[in-house]
């Protein structure tokens, strides 16, 4: 167990609509980091938030956005849903903002229907 | 970030140990090696991570080359539970937030 939570576990939705994953970090870490995983594409990394703050961006496409309270949780928002969205999506913290380990949650399987 | 060449599938017997390679050898001088793996769909898991100097923790040891082209991660002991992908990772000290995994090698441990 990493520490690092996410929910849902699984998600069945429709194309076309918007759905939002949630994650919360190991206690003490500050940075967030999302990361999708499909068959094709491998897991790629989308964007990082460090203490509220977007600090990375990656290939994440303009239907997805992300936010990280002040409690340090990050909500990933998916919206206008596509068949291709179809992936695990990956939660991952550290404790700061650089090069420091990152740990993995468990995940969020997201099927579109 | 260097770009890492792992072999896509390895084989080993449950008890044996487990020697994964893998080569980096545009690597930097400030670059680092990390491993982490992943069993069937779950979470990436960190393993172990090294700069030049070789470690060990309680999961593996990682052994560096002294030219730092190439690393080798040892799972001393594999089990059955060992069965996984296992991504090398080349990662910049500072600055490069992102993890960027390649295609990794699928560890298989036989009974």
């Known amino acids: 167990d990493s520490g690092v939570t996410q929910t849902p576990k699984h998600l069945i939705t429709a194309t076309g609509q918007r759905v939002t994953l949630r994650c919360s970090p190991r206690?003490?870490?500050?940075?967030v980091y999302w990361y999708q995983q499909s068959l094709d594409q491998g897991l790629q990394f989308l964007i990082q938030?460090?203490?509220?703050?977007?600090?990375a961006k990656g290939n994440i496409l303009e239907r997805f956005s992300a936010q990280q309270f002040p409690d340090l949780h990050s909500e990933l928002n998916l919206s206008s849903l596509e068949l291709g969205d179809s992936a695990l999506y990956f939660c991952?913290?550290?404790?700061?903002?650089?090069?420091?380990?990152?740990?993995f949650g468990p995940g969020t399987r997201l099927l579109v229907l | 970030d260097a770009k890492t060449t792992q072999p896509t599938s390895m084989d080993c017997a449950e008890g044996r140990a487990a020697n994964l390679p893998c080569n980096h050898s545009?690597?930097?001088?400030?670059?680092?090696v990390y491993w982490y793996r992943q069993i069937h769909s779950q979470g990436p898991q960190y393993i172990i991570h090294?700069?030049?100097n070789n470690e060990t923790n309680e999961m593996a040891s990682l052994i560096i080359t002294e030219d730092r082209k190439s690393s080798t991660l040892i799972l001393p002991h594999a089990t059955l539970r060992d069965t996984a992908v296992y991504y090398c990772?080349?990662?910049?000290?500072?600055?490069?937030?992102?993890?960027?995994f390649g295609q990794g090698t699928r560890l298989t441990i036989n009974p």
């Open positions: 991952a913290s550290s404790v700061e903002a650089g090069y420091e380990t990152q740990y």
């Open positions: 206690s003490g870490d500050l940075s």
């Open positions: 938030y460090y203490n509220g703050e977007e600090r």
């Open positions: 545009t690597i930097s001088g400030n670059e680092y």
């Open positions: 090294g700069l030049k």
């Open positions: 990772i080349v990662r910049v000290a500072r600055g490069a937030q992102k993890l960027v």
